[in-house]
């Protein structure tokens, strides 16, 4: 009997990701309330929803332990000393362990007093247990990423900023999308435009994170940015007013010559097997004959939107993913109605490192069902499926409840999908402002149309 669980899936916010998003969340304006404090109680009211909720059995004492290395690591960052050895395993029962922990924890809130709050090392304890099950789709997010979490995939404004995706290359920094209607594109900001300065500021040396923390900001207040754009001498100084930003799931949809239609499918949100259905819809009535699928920079989403575009692009019935769920239970998971996107137009997809979970179990099918070619580099092999769990103080956990694999039974997590044809974004084309797997997706997807050689 198919699982009737439909959880919603993590996005990813770790740098192995691609792109992050220069935006502040909404929560650090005066729209969201602030979050409760924290203390050890929530460390517990942690442990507790990962005992409930995890595919696997869950060690408490084990888990235990990696909160207490988190707070001895953020206090090492901060230069506090403090022995907080670990809690033997061998002989106490659960009961004893969170009593020892309850012990560390006061132990380091006592040395931390007047550096930090006892809501960061909870934080801190709590994100060191969720890292320590190495699971793509385990997590902690604070009350401020929570916040946003909920707010993008309910299709709202979920940040503050200009409404630009990085892209680091090389220790430079590119903007790799500009999301439409933000100030960025109502600036003028490009694609592959590169990011110099940030109020003055030079990005030399910077990581990813401190760029987008320069450009984040409360709406209605400016930012100025230096770009360095191609083909053009002189730097563009762009200033902007920072507003809420909404991100949609289609980023762009065109017809492109010779009948190339092309779709960038940013994210898995509410709403998503709606727009793509529709974005379908409208390129075959203006004469689509092949089909542009651009997953790159994707990190997932809601599974059942998923469910939706598959079905509006497969043939009824095939396999498209594997459901394994608690207590060994298998299930194939297929599509349930004809598609949208008749067999005779052809789909070429593109993928990269920063296409993940439910992108990456889409990719899985339209190769494994030879419904298309895909383009690109290898995807982040980030696959699980997982809930989020909100805490008491706003904060919540993403948990795995089940795994997953595609739909012939090939496990991704960890590993990724591989294209069919690998091509490289190059700090070379970005200079030259080339988007090269486009333009290599575009050439096959007219390959895959054009008339025989007679």
């Known amino acids: 009997m198919r699982s009737t669980v439909r959880p919603s899936w993590h996005v990813i916010l770790t740098a192995a990701l691609l792109v992050a998003l220069a935006a502040a969340p909404l929560a ?43 707070l001895r690591e953020q206090l090492s960052a901060a230069g506090i000393a403090a022995d907080l050895p670990d809690i033997p395993s061998s002989f106490l029962t659960e009961s004893d362990a969170r009593q020892v ?20 090392l ?15 789709h385990t997590g902690f997010l604070n009350p401020e990423q929570n916040a946003e979490r909920r707010q993008r995939q309910r299709g709202q404004a979920g940040f503050t900023g200009v409404g630009i995706v990085l892209l680091p290359k090389d220790n430079r920094f590119y903007v790799w ?10 600036a003028g900001v490009h694609e592959f435009d590169r990011i110099m300065k940030v109020n003055d500021v030079s990005t030399g040396g910077l990581t990813v994170d401190q760029v987008a923390g320069m450009i984040r900001g409360p709406a209605g207040t400016p930012v100025t940015v230096t770009f360095q754009r191609p083909g053009m001498a002189d730097p563009l100084v762009v200033s902007m007013t920072r507003a809420p930003i909404l ?31 529709s974005a379908l819809t409208r ?36 396999p498209v993913y594997t459901e ?53 580099a290898k995807t982040s092999g980030a696959v699980e499926a997982s809930v989020m769990i909100d805490l008491s103080d706003g904060s919540a956990l993403s948990v795995t409840t089940f795994r997953l694999a595609t739909g012939h039974g090939v496990r991704l997590e960890g590993a990724g999908v591989e294209p069919d044809v690998t091509t490289a974004m190059t ?17 096959l997807a007219r390959q895959a149309v054009a008339e025989p050689v007679r």
Request: glycine share 10%; aromatic share 6%; proline share 5%.
């Open 324 to 376: 394994m769920l608690q207590g060994g239970q298998v299930e194939v998971v297929r599509t349930t109605r004809p598609p949208l996107l008749q067999p005779s137009i052809p789909v070429v997809l593109m993928v990269d490192e920063g296409s993940a979970s439910a992108a990456e179990l889409l990719a899985a099918a339209i190769q494994e069902n030879h419904r298309g070619v895909l383009v690109g």
């Open 427 to 443: 700090v070379e084309d970005l200079e030259a402002g080339q988007d090269r797997q486009l333009t290599t997706a575009v050439r």
């Open 177 to 186: 999308t500009v999301i439409p209607g933000g100030p960025a594109e109502a």
């Open 101 to 120: 922990f309850l012990e560390r924890f006061a132990t380091a809130a006592s040395a931390a007093v007047g550096q930090l709050t006892k809501t960061q």
């Open 283 to 318: 390129l075959l009535a203006g004469g689509m004959r092949v089909l542009v699928l651009d997953l790159r920079g994707n990190s997932g989403g809601y599974l059942h939107e998923l469910d939706n575009v598959l079905n509006a692009l497969l043939p009824f019935g095939v």
């Open 247 to 277: 991100v949609p799931s289609i980023f762009r949809t065109d017809l492109l010559d010779g009948g190339v239609g092309y779709v960038r499918l940013y994210q898995f949100v509410e709403g998503t097997g709606r727009d793509v259905r």
């Open 28 to 70: 650090a304006a005066p729209l969201v309330a602030p979050a409760q404090a924290a203390d050890q109680s929530l460390v517990f009211e942690a442990l507790q929803v990962l005992q409930t909720h995890y595919v696997d059995p869950v060690n408490a004492t084990k888990v235990l332990n990696a909160a207490v290395a988190g």
């Open 122 to 136: 909870a934080y801190a304890a709590i994100r060191s247990m969720t890292d320590s099950f190495h699971d793509s």
